[in-house]
């Protein structure tokens, strides 16, 4: 079945410091690919996607690039905000009508003034 | 634009009491799912659905019943409540054509004591 792993949290950061989110996945297939964001008390949020290898997925200076030759998704940003701490989910979703996501367990990114 | 709504955002329930979790959306979708949210577990599928009177299981189905009987309003009940139902529940809908966007609604914080 498909799966998703994603890099152990927390993180911690300081302002302006490079971000890396490693997210590697298992599926059948041809998935899409995507990056959540969770703030404190609220819903998901789509950050990303990707939907066939080699796309680059980008958003707010948060980038991702579809690797099916590794199996990855990593999430990058060049200079953290104190802003972006948040929950990140790395998610996939299995081509076909069910449609379903798939997501990793979430890394846990606190950026420090 | 309210996008989807879910009710209540907090509840607390005695262990058998049942009760429904209330998701609708105003976007047309088709396709809407529920998912828990669980610490270090990421989100995972109760139930979905992929139009009105059709419904199916997801990864995490026991004790949860769902019903689709319009395209706005996809309640989740749960049956007689237990503590490992103890639980973060999101409501998603997704809309048509190949972006596979979900959109999630803001949670409902469940505990059972």
């Known amino acids: 079945g498909n799966s998703v792993t994603q890099m152990e949290g927390p993180v911690t950061l300081s302002e302006e410091a490079f971000l890396t989110i490693n997210c590697t996945y298992t599926a059948t297939g041809y998935p899409s690919l995507f990056w959540y964001v969770q703030y404190p008390g609220e819903g998901l949020q789509l950050l990303l996607k990707?939907?066939?290898?080699?796309d680059k997925g980008s958003n707010k200076g948060f980038e991702a690039t579809y690797r099916k030759e590794t199996t990855s998704f990593h999430l990058e940003k060049g200079s953290v905000q104190v802003s972006d701490s948040a929950v990140y989910f790395c998610a996939l979703s299995s081509s076909g009508s069910a449609r379903q996501l798939t997501f990793g367990s979430g890394t846990q990114l606190t950026v420090l003034p | 634009n309210a996008g989807v709504t879910q009710t209540p955002k907090f509840q607390v329930l005695k262990t058998g009491q049942s009760m429904t979790l209330q998701c609708a959306q105003d976007?047309?979708?088709?396709?809407m799912s529920w998912y828990r949210q669980d610490p270090g577990m990421g989100l995972r599928l109760i139930h979905y659905?992929?139009?009105?009177?059709?419904?199916d299981q997801g990864e995490v189905p026991n004790g949860y019943n769902v019903s689709r009987s319009t395209t706005e309003d996809f309640p989740l009940r749960l049956l007689s409540a237990a503590p490992s139902q103890t639980s973060v529940y999101f409501c998603a809908t997704i809309g048509g054509g190949s972006s596979y966007g979900y959109t999630f609604g803001s949670g409902t914080r469940l505990t059972v004591v």
């Open positions: 990707a939907t066939k290898a080699d």
């Open positions: 659905s992929v139009g009105a009177g059709i419904t």
């Open positions: 976007m047309n979708h088709e396709y």
